[in-house]
Each structure stands twice: as structure tokens, then as C-alpha cells.
Nanobody
């Protein structure tokens, strides 16, 4: 499975961005999918997760009510709509796909995209 993330960029605080992740290859093996982020000097952290059918979602507390994760299995795409962005949301965002069901988070042995930079100016 290959994951290609896109949609990052520079936005002012309070603005919005929409990240996308396109999956290709053995996509039938994908179960839960999620987004993670890593800011400079910090550990990579979980942002959001969605189950295989798209009916159940999980969020880090700091993004609840501002971010929305969704997926389109017919198009093999994962999306993260980010609203009311804050400077502390700035990071490289990674999409990930797991062979296992939610709420298990994707791990090192699962599939990861290359990351897309999100910069939020104050």
C-alpha cells in the first residue's frame, strides 16, 4: 500500500485547510486510517482516526470540534478538514493506514505517507 498526502500549506490562525491522502496498491488490506502530526522537536502524535466503514471517528482532545476526518472507500481517499487553525497546529501531517480495526492506532509496521507541511501564522 502506498499513501500520498497533499493539501498542506500556509494559513493564518483561524483559517482552514483540507488535507487529502490517496491510497494505492493493496488497498483491500486497509482497515482503520488516521492522521498524525509531528512538530519540530516534538514526538509524532495522534490527531484523528476513522474506522473501516467511516462510521466511527476518534480525535485528540485538542482538535475535537475543529477537525473532521472522513474517508471515501470507493476512491481510496482519506481527508482531514481542519478549521479554526491555531499556531500550535503547525506540523508535518502524516496519513497512516492500518491492517487492524479501530481503535488500534497504526504502528510502525503499518502504512505511512510521506507527510505534508502545515504552517499556521499568528
Amino acid at each position: 500500500v502506498q499513501l500520498q498526502a497533499s493539501g498542506g500549506g500556509l494559513v493564518q490562525a483561524g483559517g482552514s485547510l483540507r488535507l487529502s491522502c490517496a491510497a494505492s496498491g493493496r488497498t483491500f488490506s486497509i482497515n482503520a486510517m488516521g492522521w498524525f502530526r509531528q512538530a519540530p522537536g516534538k514526538e509524532r502524535e495522534f490527531v484523528a482516526l476513522i474506522n473501516r466503514s467511516g462510521t466511527t471517528t476518534y480525535y485528540q482532545d485538542s482538535v475535537k470540534g475543529r477537525f473532521t476526518i472522513s474517508r471515501d472507500n470507493a476512491k481510496n481517499t482519506l481527508t482531514l478538514q481542519m478549521n479554526t487553525l491555531k499556531p500550535e497546529d503547525a506540523a508535518v501531517y502524516y496519513c497512516a493506514a492500518s491492517r487492524f480495526p479501530a481503535p488500534r492506532l497504526p504502528g510502525q509496521s503499518d502504512y505511512w505517507g510521506q507527510g505534508t507541511q502545515v504552517t499556521v501564522s499568528s
